[in-house]
């Protein structure tokens, strides 16, 4: 049921983009983000395609997952789309009533839905290809000056990581809890939405004790093994840059150029 | 009265990298009335094997039968066929969510449409069926002690009265004393109520001493399918399949071998020690 969101996902298997450094993975995304933004024509978003196509083929992961994340998007990509293409002033080419498509509209919905799924897309990118340790390590040590300012970077990257261990254990959880009431004749289809709303109690009451019951034991389990938050803590497997993360970062370099140069000659 | 699966396969996580097959072309018939136990090493299949007998699974590929019905038929209620099938999960302490015990018990009941005190009438017999003492009926299910927990947990699918009861490894994080005491009060249900019962585990100690039919699960394939004296006859393949039959099994192999005449099929102490008795005696008059 939930296991749509393809955010958080890993995809094990043996490709360039697993190896790369998450560092570099995202700064890499964040760079792609930011150059769905400097592109603003046809032609630019032709040269993402091609980056974001170069990519997914170097991932070795199945296209379908990719596109996977969309579903979750979904209804906002639709409301989107049709609200820039309603609300747009500009030349009229379909009137019915007070609604109205302009030609702006069209370009600017395209725009919207281009920029909004290639987010998606790309962000799924990396975390199709890296583990959400590795994630939170990377963000960990890309945050690393942040504790300069006294922001408690390694407690932030430890509840990451926690979090996102305990999404597939809870979801997991929920799935034997919702079977086992089913077991018991309980209903979570039927009804309207007061009545779903009631019928999810014998859902969520044990869900939150579970919940509750694990934060606890992992919290002991920690203790136990002298765990102090991040002060002198060192790490098992350091981050070390290698020569395809150099050269991932000319590339990203070259692409985000070449976005600013479809900027200044307005192409 | 019966359930039959008829070459049942099932997949977990079809069309991903995660595929994996639980259940290769079952075959099995669950008759009214037998006490019947599903033993199978971790991941065997033995779980998935259950949530296919009540409708909670759907199978990859073959049926799943209820008198003759397909459960996946148009126009089947895979409601109703739960309250017929009752599955006890395990560790079900976690499914407990009420303000009191009685209440908790009564939500089975209440989904089958009876009314409030029908419905208290079912869950009162069914907590004292299942040995839970009367002044813990007002208590909070969180303020129990596992066992009892496991009790209420199991009292809460015994209310609906229904015809097959399957219990998921109920004895599991018990001690001892507890464990015998649960098993011995499932098996005077078996008597009492006439029920058909199937027993998952993977101790066969635990099942061997109640069931009249033991089906073997290796790999989500059916290994042995009979009764227990003939199943731990094949000691030695049980083994490779990470099981053990039962220490006393081992006990009246190694006796026969070293020459004295015992029932090799025994499978409780007492059988054990009656035939050791009587061996004995048969060898000095």
């Known amino acids: 049921m939930i296991r749509d969101i ?4 890993y995809y094990p298997a043996d490709s360039v983009l697993h190896r790369l450094d998450p560092r570099t993975k995202f700064v890499g995304t964040l760079l792609f983000v930011i150059s769905l933004f400097i592109f603003h024509t046809f032609p630019g978003y032709g040269a993402a ?3 974001l196509a170069g990519m997914i083929g170097l991932s070795k992961v199945p296209v379908s997952f990719m596109f996977r994340g969309l579903k979750a998007i979904f209804v906002i990509l639709l409301l989107t789309v049709v609200f820039n293409m309603l609300l747009t002033p500009g030349q009229v080419i379909w009137q019915l009533g007070f609604l109205k498509i302009t030609w702006e509209g069209l370009m600017q919905a395209g725009r919207m839905a281009i920029r909004l799924v290639y987010l998606v897309v790309g962000s799924s990118i990396m975390t199709l290809t890296t583990t959400p340790n590795q994630l939170t390590d990377g963000l960990e040590n890309l945050m690393g000056p942040l504790n300069r300012i006294h922001v408690p970077v390694h407690e932030i990257a430890m509840m990451m990581s926690i979090a996102l261990r305990f999404i597939p254990i809870l979801m997991e959880e929920t799935d034997k809890i919702m079977k086992a009431q089913m077991a018991r004749g309980a209903d979570f289809e039927s009804g309207n939405i007061m009545q ?3 019928n999810m109690i014998p859902l969520l009451v044990p869900l939150f004790v ?9 919290a002991m389990a920690m203790e136990a093994r002298c765990y102090h938050g991040g002060e002198g803590r ?3 497997k350091p981050l070390k840059y290698k020569g395809r993360d150099y050269a991932a970062y000319g590339i990203l370099a070259g692409y985000l150029a070449l976005g600013i140069a479809f900027r200044i000659w307005g192409i | 009265m019966s359930i039959e699966l008829k070459n049942v396969s099932y997949q977990y996580s079809t069309g991903t990298a995660y595929e994996m097959r639980a259940l290769k072309h079952i075959n099995l018939t669950i008759l009214d009335g037998q006490f019947m136990g599903i033993i199978g090493h971790t991941g065997s299949g033995k779980s998935t094997l259950i949530q296919l007998l009540n409708g909670l699974l759907k199978p990859s590929q073959g049926q799943v039968l209820y008198n003759g019905e397909n459960i996946w038929g148009e126009g089947f209620s895979r409601k109703k066929l739960r309250e017929q099938v009752g599955l006890v999960f395990q560790y079900p302490e976690y499914q407990l969510f009420e303000m009191d015990v009685l209440k908790d018990v009564c939500f089975g009941p209440k989904n089958q449409g009876l009314s409030q005190a029908e419905a208290e009438e079912q869950a009162r017999k069914a907590l004292e069926h299942v040995g839970m003492p009367k ?6 299910p969180f303020e129990l002690s596992g066992g009892q927990k496991k009790r209420a947990a199991i009292a809460g699918v015994l209310a609906m009265n229904p015809r097959i009861l399957i219990l998921d490894e ?3 994080g018990l001690d001892p004393g507890g464990r015998d005491e649960i098993l011995s009060q499932i098996a005077s249900l078996h008597r009492t109520r006439k029920m058909a019962i199937v027993l998952v585990s993977h101790s066969m100690e635990d099942v061997a001493r109640y069931v009249e039919r033991m089906v073997v699960l290796n790999g989500g394939s059916i290994a042995f399918d009979d009764e227990p004296r003939k199943v731990f006859a094949h000691y030695k393949e049980l083994e490779h399949m990470g099981l053990a039959a039962p220490e006393i099994t081992y006990v009246m192999h190694d006796l026969k071998e070293r020459g004295l005449p015992v029932d090799t ?16 005696k048969g060898e000095m008059p």
Do not use: C, H, W, Y
């Open chain 1, 6 to 9: 393809t955010l958080g996902q």
């Open chain 1, 49 to 51: 395609t091609v980056f």
């Open chain 1, 196 to 198: 779903k709303a009631k």
């Open chain 1, 210 to 218: 579970s919940a509750f019951r694990r934060a606890n034991d992992l």
């Open chain 1, 234 to 236: 060192t790490q098992m």
């Open chain 2, 135 to 140: 002044e813990l009926f007002g208590k909070s």
């Open chain 2, 170 to 172: 109920p004895a599991a």
């Open chain 2, 265 to 280: 099929g025994a499978i409780t102490i007492e059988e054990a020690k009656e035939s050791i008795l009587k061996a004995l």
